[in-house]
């Protein structure tokens, strides 16, 4: 997963690359492959890295329970003395 990550992010950084490259040519044509990398990276790589990322994460670790607040609590208890 972390090497098709790798491949998709060069793609889209030389198609941007590509697109302000071939800009000055064409300039229709440059903006639709900067356009279609812009896209491609917040709707293809940002969603599959956030999904690679947070594999093997619970969200017991983020949520406040009663738990967590004395806990919270208590190392401020502990810093303030």
């Given at each position: 997963m972390k090497y098709i990550l790798y491949i998709?992010?060069?793609?889209?950084?030389?198609s941007i690359?590509?697109?302000?490259?071939?800009?000055?040519?064409?300039?229709l044509l440059g903006h639709q492959f900067i356009g279609l990398a812009v896209a491609g990276f917040f709707l293809v790589?940002?969603?599959v890295f956030l999904i690679h990322r947070s594999k093997?994460?619970?969200?017991?670790?983020?949520m406040i329970t009663d738990d967590?607040?004395?806990?919270?609590k208590d190392e401020a208890e502990t810093f303030l003395d």
């Open positions: 998709i992010f060069i793609a889209i950084l030389g690359s590509y697109g302000y490259y071939i800009k000055t040519d064409n300039e790589w940002m969603p093997n994460n619970t969200i017991k670790k983020y967590t607040i004395k806990k919270i």
